[in-house]
Structures are given as structure tokens and as C-alpha cells.
């Protein structure tokens, strides 16, 4: 089973900053099959990212999956007040999915 | 649009069962996989179970294997899970979710349900 380890747990920043949030597999996960999610207190998941890099529909192009192999990063470009929040990544190129523990951007 | 409404949590004792159910509409439900996450009370989000598109395809976490069981019901466009033995430990929100594919692998969760409560307590 893949292990997930996201960093950093929390991540305080201003509006208008750019935030950096690493997600390294224990193992190469096969086709980059990594997704990133946003979720908010008290409000289902939201997809971002999946395939490593591309947005989903609907998405802000301030959104920016990276990343290959066992090293994956979601970037926002330029935090607004929206964006405070959880962010979850996920492989789903095993048949048992696995997320990471999530990471916090806060504001500082 | 997407809609995917989940019904049948509550209380239940340790040791008891539960059967979650989730009705999907605003999309071709036979055509994608569909799957289970929960969430802990202040904890990630971990994957429960998943089914493939045709229901021929089940997957579970180590967690709960043996005991939980996924199946769909493509005709009513509806997805179960049905949880046994459980222990204070599954006690979570309970999401159904949509695979962006027909099977569980290689298909990211495109839309969630709101969640529903599952509480194991004496």
C-alpha cells in the first residue's frame, strides 16, 4: 500500500502569497495518478487537480499541480481569502486509493 | 448537474450494523465507479471502498474488509454500503463519492456527496 506524506501540516500565509504544498509517495505511483483536493469546515472535498497537473473544470488557473514519480506539489500562485482552507492529495492509480493527512493553509 | 445524496447513518452500538445507501443523479450512473471515503472527526480523509462501473469490481481498505460490503444497484441508480462489527473507530462522516472513470484505478473523485454521520457508541 502507498503512503502519502504531505507537508508541511500547516502552512500560515498572507493573501496574496504564493503557497507550496509537497505530497511524497512512499513508492512511484504509476500514470501520475495524483489528485488534489480543497476542503472547507463542514463542506465535502472539491477537486482542484488530477493527473498531477491538470485543472478541473472550474478551476483558477492560480492553481498548479507539479510533479512526477514520488513527488508531487500543489502550488497557489496567489493565495486570496477563499483559499484558506484543507488540502488533501490522493493516488488513485492502485485499486486501493490512498490519501495524504492533509495540510492547512492558514491565515498568518 | 451532479447530485449524489446519501441517507441512513445515526447512532449504532459497537458491534452492530448500518447500511448507508447513496442516490446519484445528473449523470450516467453505469458509466462510472463510485466509491466510499470517510473522515474522522477532526482526522483525513481515508478511502472506505469502491466499485466499478458495471459492480463487477470491489475494493476495500484493510480496515474494514470482512466487514464492510459496497454494491450498486445501476437500475435505480443507487450505491450501498452495507458495514458490520462495527467499532467506535468507523465512527465518521461518511462521503459517497464519483470516480471520474469507469473503474477505481486511474479514476480521480470528480464529486462528493455532503456526508452523512455514522456515530458508534454505547
Known amino acids: 500500500e502507498i503512503v502519502l506524506t504531505q507537508s508541511p501540516g500547516t502552512l500560515s500565509s498572507s493573501p496574496g502569497e504564493r503557497a507550496t504544498l509537497s505530497c511524497r509517495a512512499s513508492?512511484?505511483?504509476?500514470?501520475?495518478?495524483v489528485a488534489w483536493y480543497q476542503q472547507k469546515p463542514g463542506q465535502a472535498p472539491r477537486l482542484l487537480i488530477y493527473?498531477?497537473?491538470s485543472r478541473a473544470p472550474g478551476i483558477p488557473d492560480r492553481f498548479r499541480g507539479s510533479g512526477s514519480g514520488t513527488d508531487f506539489t500543489l502550488t497557489i500562485t496567489r493565495l486570496e481569502t477563499d483559499d484558506f482552507a484543507v488540502y488533501h492529495c490522493?493516488?488513485?492509480?492502485?485499486?486501493?486509493?490512498?490519501f495524504g493527512q492533509g495540510t492547512k493553509v492558514e491565515v498568518k | 448537474e451532479v447530485q449524489l445524496l446519501e441517507s441512513g447513518g445515526g447512532l449504532v452500538q459497537p458491534g452492530g450494523s448500518l447500511r448507508l445507501s447513496c442516490a446519484g443523479s445528473?449523470?450516467?450512473?453505469?458509466?462510472?465507479?463510485m466509491a466510499w471515503v470517510r473522515q474522522a472527526p477532526g482526522k483525513g480523509l481515508e478511502w472506505v471502498a469502491a466499485?466499478?462501473?458495471?459492480?463487477?469490481?470491489?475494493?476495500?481498505a484493510d480496515s474494514v474488509k470482512g466487514r464492510f460490503t459496497i454494491s450498486r444497484d445501476n437500475s435505480k441508480n443507487t450505491l450501498s454500503l452495507q458495514m458490520h462489527s462495527l467499532t467506535v473507530e468507523d465512527t465518521a462522516v461518511y462521503y459517497c463519492?464519483?470516480?471520474?472513470?469507469?473503474f477505481g484505478s486511474g479514476s480521480s473523485i470528480d464529486h462528493w456527496g455532503q456526508g452523512i454521520l455514522v456515530t458508534v457508541s454505547s
Open positions: 490522493q493516488e488513485y492509480g492502485s485499486s486501493s486509493w490512498t
Open positions: 513508492q512511484s505511483i504509476i500514470s501520475d495518478y
Open positions: 493527473g498531477a497537473s
Open positions: 445528473g449523470f450516467s450512473f453505469t458509466t462510472y465507479a
Open positions: 466499485v466499478s462501473g458495471n459492480g463487477n469490481d470491489a475494493y476495500y
Open positions: 463519492a464519483k470516480g471520474a472513470g469507469f
